[in-house]
């Protein structure tokens, strides 16, 4: 069955049934992938343009991948190349695009609500690959499906998601997603990487690690972005490891069974050690694997076909 939606622009609109739906369609698309031929015809014929203003490795990759995977065309657009160079508004390049009978246009934007405006703009669906410090909708339902693939479940599950706050996506559009699923969720970085009022979207608040990381069942390390800080968030980067980098001595105050999760690009060395990186705590390279099970089932449910095609 599909989304009773156009687009997926973030997980704040969707309700629970909707993350469990994503969630379950994307686990029954994950053998696809371990499969000799990995390849369903189930969205045979349809087209999805991937428009990525930002960098991307994992993102942009494995849309592309899950879209090839249902035997779907996939057109990447490098913007460097493109005609927004030449100074061609978003509006302009959408109505062109959509002028190619699209199916879906994945986008990525540097500007938050730039895929909520792209989706007023075209007939065809949208889905957001990441728009400002606002919502990352896809990271968040891999980060779901990989703590639900590992603990079995998401409700009670203490979630801590430790960093750069303020600028994350991925923080965002997790609170949401798991406080939904009813996980007891807390946030924690330096003061200047909080921004006010994060507890009205239902998560605790904190600037201790030491509480943060009391008895925590899953941890969610955040990348530093540097290339969103227009001004300086902390003294140095190494005082910032000191404090909220995660390493082995630290993670001594989480569960036994604890998970680590981090949506990458890592920082070695800086929110966390490369030992635990590597770790057997870190489920890192798993999350990236879901990435592909989730996009194939993103496209799925707003593209449609039925699942009996997937056979
Ligand atoms: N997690 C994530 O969005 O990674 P990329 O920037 O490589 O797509």
Redesign the pocket.
């Known amino acids: 069955m599909r989304l009773k939606r156009k687009d997926l622009l973030g997980i704040e609109e969707l309700d629970t049934a909707e993350l469990e739906q994503i969630l379950s369609t994307a686990a029954s698309f994950k053998e696809v992938s371990a499969r000799e031929i990995k390849k369903v015809p189930t969205l045979r014929g349809k087209t999805v343009i991937n428009l990525f203003y930002e960098?991307?490795?994992?993102?942009?990759t494995s849309f592309e991948i899950a879209a090839k995977r249902m035997s779907a065309d996939a057109v990447n657009i490098s913007v460097s190349t493109s005609s927004v160079v030449k100074g061609e508004t978003i509006k302009d390049t959408a109505k062109n695009l959509e002028a190619m009978k699209p199916d879906c246009i994945v986008i990525r934007h540097s500007s938050a609500g730039t895929p909520q405006m792209l989706a007023r703009y075209v007939g065809c669906s949208v889905v957001n690959a990441?728009d400002g410090a606002h919502e990352?909708p896809s990271?968040a339902l891999l980060d779901m499906m990989t703590v639900k693939e590992k603990k079995g479940k998401i409700a009670g599950l203490k979630v801590s998601i430790i960093g750069d706050i303020a600028h994350s996506r991925?923080a965002r559009s997790n609170i949401y997603g798991f406080t939904k699923l009813g996980a007891d969720v807390t946030v924690c970085g330096p003061p200047t990487m909080i921004p006010p009022g994060m507890d009205r979207l239902g998560c605790k608040v904190t600037t201790s690690m030491e509480s943060a990381l009391k008895d925590a069942d899953v941890i969610m390390m955040l990348r530093i972005q540097l290339e969103r800080q227009k001004e300086s968030f902390f003294p140095t980067v190494r005082e910032y490891s000191r404090i909220y980098g995660l390493d082995e001595t630290k993670l001594k105050r989480a569960k036994d069974d604890v998970i680590i999760l981090h949506?990458?690009?890592v920082n070695r060395g800086v929110e966390i050690s490369s030992e635990l990186a590597d770790g057997p705590y870190s489920l890192i390279l798993d999350q990236v694997t879901n990435g592909v099970a989730v996009r194939m089932a993103i496209f799925y449910l707003l593209l449609g076909g039925t699942r009996e095609e997937a056979q």
């Open positions: 960098p991307s490795t994992r993102t942009r990441g990352h990271q991925v949506p990458g690009p």
